[in-house]
């Protein structure tokens, strides 16, 4: 099994900055994609951003030039730094892993983390 541990969320008033963390940890050979989507209430989850193992990188349009997602494939950590952010980013924010593969195991996976609360007063 893996665990997706995410940490950084908060309050934080417009135009601030945050930085979002995830860290992957269990039995991991190797991490395609991770990434961080989003969700309101009321609203369906959405991309945020993702970046595969290679460095491809894809952002919703939204968050284009606002937010950066880079990787430490060595650490299987993945962060989100926020900045300008706008009260429309107010969310739970979670974490994912996609085409997880475990040693010794056949297949690949995909991981949520449980989420972080991220708060944006007008």
């Known amino acids: 099994q893996v665990q997706l541990v995410e940490s950084g969320g908060g309050l934080v008033q417009a135009g601030g900055s945050l930085r979002l963390s995830c860290a992957a940890s269990g039995s991991i050979f190797s991490i395609n994609a991770m990434g961080w989507y989003r969700q309101a209430p009321g609203k369906q989850r959405e991309l945020v951003a993702t970046i595969t193992s290679g460095g491809s990188i894809n952002y919703a349009d939204s968050v284009k030039g606002r937010f950066t997602i880079s990787r430490d494939n060595a650490k299987n950590t993945v962060y989100l730094q926020m900045n300008s952010l706008k009260p429309e980013d107010t969310a739970v924010y979670y974490c994912?892993?996609?085409?997880?593969?475990?040693?010794?195991?056949?297949?690949?996976?995909?991981?949520w983390g449980q989420g972080t609360q991220v708060t944006v007063s007008s």
């Open positions: 994912s892993a996609d085409g997880v593969t475990h040693w010794g195991s056949r297949g690949a996976y995909a991981y």
